[in-house]
């Protein structure tokens, strides 16, 4: 029988018969997913209370459907037949048209899935193979800092052939373009350490004093380190999913077997761009976070000139310039660890994303790291 | 009748990827002039040989001579002055999305030579014209249909006037009529300009209409199972692998018994 779209045809159901010699189920209707999953608990159940015989079979004659759910099921019930005690089960008046189905259930019963599955790892095992990829891939990124470091001398060394206007553009969607966040940020950091500080200073009157911790704070450490944030966030992420983009659409190949190198290419502009633009936006962000804490000192009453004069006094260039060589290599950084994560991206969907969140994730890492290792650094020279 | 110069010899070459192994004992050449096509079915390992072919990939063992020098062991300098004998245009066309058509042709033109702006611009319009997309020199790769990536791409592969060129399945993902224009295309560029033609596919209809030369890989030996001209391998019924190749067959045994 052919089915079509208005072919009526009833749902499953059953009914069981008995005699000395054979315990019958008589299947009927639509044998399809629904009606598998309606009966897979049931019928098991009656046809274990019903034994009364040695053999069970399985009548389909009138099955009008019959999908590979249903195919399934009618091995179900078999197995389940077999477990309650039957020695034998039969399948009885199986139309032709089934047959394939039945051998097709048949053969892809014997295959052994538990073979083909990979066998579960232990825990070490786990472990030493995560271990042995971080090896591999930190090996992978000291290699292309090596790279890197040699392309950048190389571009010193040539500065013709840097490709500046690849440079530019970077620079102004880099740094240009972050301008906003970067005054948003520091305004606010500027504003509410000052209102923070402003609390326990009153307590001695010493309210303006605030001017000299924001000063300092925001000099030495808060601006770098606000402004190296803030490009991780946007700048490491979107060269990691250019480049990482690039990657995939074997644009990266392509370049390579024209015989023009990709860390020349692509990396360079960037990182150079970044190195330049990171001091800048600090002094912006210095600026920003100053005024901050400026708004809250006049709105106490103090004149605006004995503020700048607090400052002046206190911060030394030294801080000025420390704070600066700082967001220099925190510019590095953050451009190189946005270029290896986008160039280490493999393939598939999730696989930009990925080198994303790890460039995000490494920039900052590495951010905190040389940030204390500066802070130790000018401890000792007395900075 | 072509002369049997070498352009491409690859000797006991051992494909793969690190320590995995994918092809081994690789032994073949190619002729100036001719089209050279490498097939076999998918998963075997031609889209690796092709990446070995142009240096993207270190050899495990062996050689890649191009134009009498090896790509292996050359040095970067020196392998980047045999890469710019070769144009590679990849399957997905690997145009740099953020440039135009043009700048893409002219990219390899303005780092290469020393020729005016002016000159180089008509350079690249005489190559859009030889594949019939003069009109598209400014649009972006984005708005480009699949035929045409794969044009702007061989066009961007000829920008140095390479004397060969390696195509990574050129034909796959394009309709029967862009696919037969783009075979015409290339017959046309070998016989014309003597480029000699590397080609990666599986389209029987394009082995068919331009092949000179043809190796067939096979996955379960790692190596070459067949050599020869298209006829040559049409007729081979020794072998099932290339048999069951060129005549479409299928040997799953159970679709078989279903078709019965």
Known sequence: MTLSADTIVTPVSFSISKDPE???VHLLGRLDANGAAHLWQTLPTQISKQRTADTLILDLEHLDYLDTAGTVFLFHLKTAGESSGFKQVLMDHLKPEYTAMIELAKTARQTDRKTLQPSDLSFVETRGEKLSVFMAETKEFITYIGEITWALMTSVRHPGSIRWADTFLVAERAGVNALGIVALISFIVGLVMAFQAAIPMQMFGAELYVANLIGIAMVRELGPLMTAIVLAGRSASAFAAEIGTMRINEEIDALTVMGLDPVRFLIVPR??????????????????GILGGALVITSMGYPIISYYNQIVSFVEWNDFMGGLLKSFVFGILIAATGCIRGYQTQSGPSAVGISTTRAVVTSIVLIAVFDGIFSIMYYFLGI | MKQHQIAIKIEDLVAGYGKTVILENLNFEVFKGEIFVIIGGSGCGKSTLLKHMIGLLPPVSGKVIILGKDLASATSTAKNSILQNIGVAFQSGALFGSM???????????????????????IVQMKLQLVGLEKSAYLMPGELSGGMKKRAALARAMALDPSIIFLDEPSAGLDPVTSAELDYLIKDLASSLGITFVIVTHELASIDAISDRIIM?????KGIIATGTPDQLKQDKQNPHVYNFFNRNHSNPNTDKGKK
Request: aromatic residues 4%; glycine residues 0%.
């Open chain 1, 22 to 24: 054979a315990c019958t």
């Open chain 1, 271 to 288: 990182i150079i761009a970044s190195t330049i633009i990171t001091p800048l936006l600090t002094i912006f962000s210095n600026l920003v």
């Open chain 2, 100 to 122: 135009t058509v043009m700048e893409n042709i002219k990219l390899p033109l303005m780092e290469f030579t020393r020729l005016p702006d002016s000159a180089i611009e008509n």
């Open chain 2, 217 to 221: 890989l096979e996955k379960t030996t």
